[in-house]
């Protein structure tokens, strides 16, 4: 008699599905995997809020420069000691101050406008936005 070895177990005999161990490797993985991408989420979270910021800074310090613009020289420095961050800056820039300084460079007359708020290294750093004045020769709104 010959002895023929036995047939492979058929496809409806075998076990369907994943065993313990599978999953939980597949678990342990996908929690790895999780926990070295979430604090890169968190990260971009906070970097494109402080870019919304400084975006909505900007625009506050160019239109500060546009309103003085349009400002005669005889009230230059009265609206330069009143200067406020406008509401919706105020809204958006925690602690926000606004101020600026007049100076005189090789060009012309200079008003340096600094905008700080409560944000890591805006305090000690402040976006400063640099306009020039009309020469005083000229009067406001000649060419220079």
Request: cysteine-free.
């Given at each position: 008699?010959?002895?023929?070895?036995?047939s492979p177990p058929s496809v409806a005999s075998r076990s369907r599905g994943f065993s313990t161990l599978e999953v939980l490797a597949a678990s342990a993985?996908?929690?790895?995997?999780?926990?070295?991408?979430?604090?890169l989420f968190m990260q971009h979270t906070r970097l494109m809020a402080e870019a919304r910021r400084?975006?909505?800074?900007?625009?506050e310090l160019a239109n500060q420069a546009e309103r003085l613009a349009a400002v005669p020289a005889d009230g230059l420095d009265h609206h330069l000691a009143s200067l406020a961050v406008s509401p919706m800056a105020d809204g958006l820039l925690p602690d926000a101050h606004l101020d600026?300084?007049?100076?005189?460079s090789?060009?012309?007359p200079t008003v340096t406008f600094r905008l700080r708020w409560n944000s890591p290294g805006r305090l000690d750093?402040?976006?400063?936005?640099?306009?020039?004045?009309?020469?005083?020769?000229?009067g406001r709104g000649g060419s220079p």
């Open positions: 008699m010959i002895h023929l070895p036995p993985v996908t929690a790895a995997a999780l926990a070295a991408v979430t604090p400084e975006r909505i800074a900007i625009e600026a300084v007049r100076g005189d090789p060009v012309g750093h402040p976006l400063r936005l640099v306009t020039w004045l009309p020469n005083p020769g000229k």
